[in-house]
Protein backbone atom coordinates (compact mmCIF):
# COMPACT_ATOMS: atom_id res chain seq x y z
CA UNK A 1 0.00 0.00 0.00
CA UNK A 2 1.58 3.20 -1.06
CA UNK A 3 1.61 6.40 1.88
CA UNK A 4 2.87 9.10 1.93
CA UNK A 5 3.26 10.65 5.42
CA UNK A 6 4.29 14.24 6.23
CA UNK A 7 5.73 16.04 9.22
CA UNK A 8 7.43 19.32 9.87
CA UNK A 9 4.66 21.65 9.78
CA UNK A 10 3.68 24.17 12.52
CA UNK A 11 3.71 27.74 13.24
CA UNK A 12 6.48 30.23 12.39
CA UNK A 13 6.73 33.76 12.73
CA UNK A 14 7.11 35.41 9.14
CA UNK A 15 10.67 35.43 7.73
CA UNK A 16 11.03 32.31 9.24
CA UNK A 17 12.16 28.91 8.49
CA UNK A 18 10.54 25.21 8.00
CA UNK A 19 11.39 22.19 6.29
CA UNK A 20 8.77 19.43 5.78
CA UNK A 21 10.08 16.01 5.52
CA UNK A 22 7.64 13.11 3.53
CA UNK A 23 8.24 9.80 4.75
CA UNK A 24 7.28 7.70 1.58
CA UNK A 25 6.41 3.61 1.72
CA UNK A 26 4.16 0.89 -0.27
CA UNK A 27 6.58 1.72 -3.84
CA UNK A 28 10.18 2.07 -5.38
CA UNK A 29 10.73 5.74 -4.20
CA UNK A 30 13.58 6.49 -6.27
CA UNK A 31 11.81 5.66 -9.16
CA UNK A 32 9.04 8.56 -8.91
CA UNK A 33 8.36 12.00 -9.79
CA UNK A 34 7.60 13.47 -6.36
CA UNK A 35 5.74 16.96 -5.57
CA UNK A 36 4.40 19.38 -3.00
CA UNK A 37 0.89 20.68 -3.43
CA UNK A 38 -0.59 23.06 -0.49
CA UNK A 39 -3.93 24.84 -0.38
CA UNK A 40 -4.55 27.57 1.64
CA UNK A 41 -7.63 27.84 3.97
CA UNK A 42 -10.71 28.68 2.13
CA UNK A 43 -8.41 28.43 -1.28
CA UNK A 44 -8.09 26.28 -4.30
CA UNK A 45 -4.98 24.06 -4.79
CA UNK A 46 -1.38 25.66 -5.37
CA UNK A 47 0.96 23.21 -7.28
CA UNK A 48 4.48 24.40 -4.64
CA UNK A 49 7.45 22.26 -6.52
CA UNK A 50 8.25 19.20 -8.24
CA UNK A 51 11.45 17.16 -8.67
CA UNK A 52 12.10 14.01 -11.31
CA UNK A 53 12.95 10.77 -9.83
CA UNK A 54 16.64 11.37 -9.63
CA UNK A 55 17.03 14.59 -8.41
CA UNK A 56 17.90 15.89 -12.23
CA UNK A 57 15.26 18.64 -12.29
CA UNK A 58 13.18 20.96 -10.17
CA UNK A 59 10.40 23.38 -10.89
CA UNK A 60 9.05 25.96 -8.53
CA UNK A 61 5.65 28.38 -8.33
CA UNK A 62 6.40 31.63 -9.20
CA UNK A 63 5.04 32.35 -5.62
CA UNK A 64 7.80 30.39 -3.84
CA UNK A 65 10.82 30.51 -6.40
CA UNK A 66 13.83 31.69 -4.31
CA UNK A 67 12.70 30.78 -1.05
CA UNK A 68 11.89 27.01 -1.01
CA UNK A 69 14.08 24.15 -2.13
CA UNK A 70 13.06 20.80 -3.05
CA UNK A 71 15.20 17.39 -2.11
CA UNK A 72 14.93 13.92 -1.95
CA UNK A 73 17.28 11.22 -0.60
CA UNK A 74 16.43 7.97 -2.40
CA UNK A 75 18.49 6.20 0.16
CA UNK A 76 15.70 7.13 2.93
CA UNK A 77 12.39 6.84 0.59
CA UNK A 78 12.07 10.85 1.36
CA UNK A 79 11.25 13.77 -0.06
CA UNK A 80 11.82 17.36 1.74
CA UNK A 81 10.87 20.84 1.31
CA UNK A 82 13.30 23.90 2.50
CA UNK A 83 10.77 26.84 3.04
CA UNK A 84 12.78 30.14 3.85
CA UNK A 85 11.48 33.58 4.19
CA UNK A 86 8.25 32.46 5.27
CA UNK A 87 5.00 34.97 4.34
CA UNK A 88 1.85 35.04 6.06
CA UNK A 89 0.67 33.98 2.38
CA UNK A 90 2.50 30.62 2.54
CA UNK A 91 -0.10 29.46 5.62
CA UNK A 92 -1.49 26.54 4.14
CA UNK A 93 -1.66 22.83 3.99
CA UNK A 94 0.69 20.86 2.47
CA UNK A 95 0.84 17.62 0.70
CA UNK A 96 3.51 15.45 -0.25
CA UNK A 97 2.45 14.55 -3.48
CA UNK A 98 3.53 11.51 -6.03
CA UNK A 99 4.23 12.05 -9.82
CA UNK A 100 4.69 9.50 -12.37
CA UNK A 101 7.65 7.20 -13.07
CA UNK A 102 10.51 9.31 -13.51
CA UNK A 103 8.92 12.55 -14.85
CA UNK A 104 9.03 15.79 -12.38
CA UNK A 105 5.78 17.36 -14.42
CA UNK A 106 2.93 15.08 -14.27
CA UNK A 107 -0.24 13.87 -12.91
CA UNK A 108 -0.40 13.08 -9.17
CA UNK A 109 -1.80 9.52 -8.19
CA UNK A 110 -1.13 9.26 -4.62
CA UNK A 111 -1.50 11.90 -1.87
CA UNK A 112 -0.23 12.49 1.87
CA UNK A 113 -2.64 13.75 4.55
CA UNK A 114 -1.29 16.89 4.41
CA UNK A 115 0.62 18.68 7.20
CA UNK A 116 -0.38 22.27 8.73
CA UNK A 117 1.87 25.41 7.61
CA UNK A 118 0.62 28.82 9.87
CA UNK A 119 2.31 31.69 9.47
CA UNK A 120 1.60 34.26 11.96
CA UNK A 121 3.50 36.96 14.63
CA UNK B 1 3.50 30.12 -16.86
CA UNK B 2 0.16 28.47 -18.11
CA UNK B 3 -2.54 29.66 -16.77
CA UNK B 4 -5.38 27.57 -16.37
CA UNK B 5 -9.06 28.72 -16.46
CA UNK B 6 -12.05 26.25 -15.14
CA UNK B 7 -15.70 27.20 -15.70
CA UNK B 8 -18.04 27.38 -14.12
CA UNK B 9 -16.88 28.36 -10.58
CA UNK B 10 -19.76 26.52 -9.02
CA UNK B 11 -22.42 24.44 -10.69
CA UNK B 12 -25.70 23.33 -8.78
CA UNK B 13 -27.04 19.75 -9.81
CA UNK B 14 -29.14 16.72 -8.89
CA UNK B 15 -28.76 13.32 -8.26
CA UNK B 16 -28.64 11.77 -11.86
CA UNK B 17 -27.97 14.93 -14.19
CA UNK B 18 -24.99 14.89 -16.31
CA UNK B 19 -22.85 17.94 -16.10
CA UNK B 20 -20.00 19.20 -17.61
CA UNK B 21 -16.98 21.09 -16.50
CA UNK B 22 -14.69 23.04 -19.02
CA UNK B 23 -10.87 23.73 -18.70
CA UNK B 24 -9.01 26.07 -20.97
CA UNK B 25 -5.44 26.69 -21.21
CA UNK B 26 -3.44 29.81 -21.64
CA UNK B 27 -1.34 27.70 -24.48
CA UNK B 28 -1.25 24.53 -26.20
CA UNK B 29 -0.80 21.69 -23.93
CA UNK B 30 -1.23 19.02 -26.37
CA UNK B 31 -2.98 16.06 -23.87
CA UNK B 32 -0.95 16.82 -20.65
CA UNK B 33 -4.00 17.66 -18.67
CA UNK B 34 -5.54 16.22 -15.53
CA UNK B 35 -8.79 16.38 -13.30
CA UNK B 36 -9.14 16.00 -9.70
CA UNK B 37 -12.04 15.41 -7.05
CA UNK B 38 -11.22 17.30 -3.50
CA UNK B 39 -13.41 16.85 -1.09
CA UNK B 40 -12.92 18.56 2.56
CA UNK B 41 -10.86 16.94 5.27
CA UNK B 42 -9.41 14.17 2.57
CA UNK B 43 -6.67 13.98 -0.12
CA UNK B 44 -7.72 14.94 -3.52
CA UNK B 45 -8.17 11.86 -5.93
CA UNK B 46 -6.89 11.72 -9.42
CA UNK B 47 -9.90 11.54 -11.66
CA UNK B 48 -8.72 11.32 -15.42
CA UNK B 49 -4.90 11.50 -16.86
CA UNK B 50 -3.65 12.97 -20.22
CA UNK B 51 -7.15 14.88 -21.20
CA UNK B 52 -8.96 11.61 -21.18
CA UNK B 53 -7.15 8.15 -19.37
CA UNK B 54 -9.50 7.19 -16.59
CA UNK B 55 -7.38 6.40 -13.77
CA UNK B 56 -7.49 2.69 -12.00
CA UNK B 57 -10.70 2.42 -9.20
CA UNK B 58 -12.31 5.23 -10.93
CA UNK B 59 -16.29 5.07 -11.88
CA UNK B 60 -16.94 4.61 -15.34
CA UNK B 61 -19.35 7.80 -15.28
CA UNK B 62 -16.43 10.31 -15.45
CA UNK B 63 -14.61 10.99 -18.79
CA UNK B 64 -13.02 13.39 -20.26
CA UNK B 65 -11.68 15.25 -23.32
CA UNK B 66 -9.93 17.57 -25.43
CA UNK B 67 -6.12 18.53 -26.34
CA UNK B 68 -4.78 21.69 -27.19
CA UNK B 69 -6.20 24.26 -25.01
CA UNK B 70 -9.56 23.59 -24.17
CA UNK B 71 -10.89 20.19 -22.14
CA UNK B 72 -13.86 19.06 -20.33
CA UNK B 73 -14.92 16.48 -17.15
CA UNK B 74 -18.08 15.27 -17.77
CA UNK B 75 -19.92 13.42 -15.52
CA UNK B 76 -22.97 11.09 -17.05
CA UNK B 77 -24.79 10.51 -13.79
CA UNK B 78 -24.53 12.53 -10.42
CA UNK B 79 -24.43 10.34 -7.59
CA UNK B 80 -24.43 11.83 -4.05
CA UNK B 81 -21.08 10.80 -3.47
CA UNK B 82 -19.84 12.90 -6.48
CA UNK B 83 -20.49 16.09 -4.58
CA UNK B 84 -16.90 18.02 -4.14
CA UNK B 85 -14.52 20.58 -5.70
CA UNK B 86 -13.32 19.69 -9.61
CA UNK B 87 -9.65 20.98 -10.17
CA UNK B 88 -8.06 20.58 -13.55
CA UNK B 89 -3.72 20.46 -13.77
CA UNK B 90 -1.58 21.01 -16.41
CA UNK B 91 1.05 18.67 -16.48
CA UNK B 92 2.91 19.90 -19.58
CA UNK B 93 5.53 22.23 -17.85
CA UNK B 94 5.93 23.49 -14.39
CA UNK B 95 4.78 25.17 -12.61
CA UNK B 96 1.93 22.55 -13.10
CA UNK B 97 -0.42 24.64 -12.23
CA UNK B 98 -4.43 24.02 -10.83
CA UNK B 99 -7.66 25.77 -12.31
CA UNK B 100 -9.20 28.11 -10.15
CA UNK B 101 -11.42 25.01 -8.74
CA UNK B 102 -15.34 24.02 -9.41
CA UNK B 103 -17.72 23.54 -6.26
CA UNK B 104 -20.56 21.19 -7.33
CA UNK B 105 -23.29 21.46 -4.83
CA UNK B 106 -26.82 19.57 -4.39
CA UNK B 107 -29.61 21.38 -5.38
Known amino acids: EVQLVESGGGVVRPGGSLRLSCAAS????????MSWVRQAPGKGLEWVSG????????GYADSVKGRFTISRDNAKNSLFLQMNSLRAEDTALYYC??????????????WGQGTLVTVSS | DIQMTQSPSSLSASVGDRVTITCRASQSISNYLNWYQHKPGKAPNLLIYSASSLQSGVPSRFTGSGSGTDFTLTISSLQPEDFATYYC?????????FGQGTRLEIK
Open chain 1, 97 to 110: ARGEKYRRDSSIDY
Open chain 1, 51 to 58: INWNSGTT
Open chain 1, 26 to 33: GFTFGDYG
Open chain 2, 89 to 97: QQSYSAPCT
